[in-house]
């Protein structure tokens, strides 16, 4: 599947390395060949595992229909949490939505964020099947991912794990950085012109853009991203999306295991596509079971903010449709921390009207209160949905079943969040 290059290492600016990784040497990196527009020959597991797991998202997909328009960006919180898992960043769900919101956090809940609207952006425009994907389309997708660096391709070597700071003693060593713009246009003309089973396709790209490694920083999160980017383009899924990297996050040792027996000589493709397929089956089957948990969850909901209104004489006990308090409860699903300038803006209400409904909210026990270190409210939280989310996430990653946390309170809760 490709070519090894003989290589020399020898630092020009050494300050701060150790001596082991100060020491010249040579090593090798790898150069994948191009894919072209065709999918590998299979065996017949491998095809009969994509097969299945492309009936299974559709199922999943059709189960979803339309709840999928509030339930893709709890999706994508999901996955993007997941997929910062495998490169060992840890983040909760509520520090997410928070640093999502407030636009501040730590480094580590501003970088999921910006995975969160870089997969966004995937399926919103690269998976319209009428444009082309080029090269300078994944470079975007970089840049949105990590716009601290500068955009564009790697104009260096650089290399995947490893005790220290060397190639010499590294995991993977990439292709050097004079091959990278070749194989990142061959691999935008394998995403836009290659047909066969969309399962397989999303598994060979990822792992040929994985073994490339185009950029400096970012190329998990952008991998990963490429991944609905195709099954959205084949419709292998048209409502929501599947938080693959969910399941990826569970076994993270299989998981890079999988990616260096793609590179073997001879490649394990087979085993890479079976592995990939079992992720996409796992994740769709949770994805739907999700759905139905968020409908759960809502109608849970409503029914406690009722019983509490007429607890206390409010008349009606349930809120017209129009009503702010009402309206703010359809929402909290895609949107489970809020303020009263969020709400007001989204609904089109005055502030006034919006922090009623949100102390209404909050005195039913449906929302809490997240104040800053001087002890000043800075947002709202919907903490069931954030549950729900880390429940799901966790439920991929360990493979367990259903998760309904419908009747979840107070420790389950707290536990999730923590």
Known sequence: MGDY????????????????????????????????????????????????????????????????SYLNHLLIRSESISSS?????????????????????????LDVVANVRATEEAIAGLADRARPITA??????????????????????????????SPLRAAFVPP?????????????????????????RAAIAHAQFETIHPFIDGNGRTGRALIHTILRRADAVRNTLIPISTVFAGDTDSYLAGLTGYRAAPPAIDDWVIGFARAAERAAGNAAELAEDITALDRDTFE???????????NPAEPRRDAVVRRILGTLAAEPVLTA??????????????????????????????????????????????????????????????????????????????
Not at 10 to 25: F, I, V
Not at 151 to 159: A, F, K, S, V
């Open 341 to 418: 300038e969020s709400v007001s803006s989204r609904l089109a209400v005055s502030p006034q009207a919006a922090h009623r409904a949100l102390v209404e909210l909050a005195e039913a026990g449906i929302l809490g209160r997240t104040k800053d270190q001087r002890g000043r409210l800075i947002c709202w939280t919907a903490d069931r949905y954030l549950a729900l989310v880390a429940l799901a996430e966790r439920s991929n990653r360990v493979g367990g079943g259903r998760v309904n946390i419908a009747g979840f309170r107070g420790r389950e809760i707290h536990r999730e969040m923590s």
């Open 304 to 314: 406690r903010l009722v019983e509490v209104r007429r607890a206390r004489g409010a």
């Open 5 to 68: 290059v003989e290589r020399l290492w020898h630092p020009e600016d050494a300050g701060g390395l150790s001596r082991r990784d100060r020491a010249p040497g040579r090593y090798r990196a790898y150069v994948p060949r191009e894919l072209g527009t065709r999918l590998p020959a299979l065996g017949a597991e491998a095809q009969e595992a994509a097969e299945d797991a492309l009936a299974v998202l559709a199922r999943a997909d059709e189960r979803v229909g339309a709840r999928g």
């Open 85 to 109: 898992w495998i490169e060992g960043n840890r983040i909760t769900p509520k520090r997410l939505a928070i640093a999502e919101v407030l636009r501040q956090g730590s480094r580590q809940a």
């Open 136 to 165: 300078g389309d994944i470079v975007d997708l970089q840049h949105v991912i990590e716009p601290r660096l500068a955009r564009g391709l790697r104009q260096e070597q650089n290399w995947v794990g490893g005790p220290g700071w």
């Open 176 to 200: 050097p950085e004079t091959e990278v713009p070749r194989l990142v246009d061959d691999l935008a003309g394998f995403v836009t012109d290659t047909g066969g089973n969309p399962v397989v």
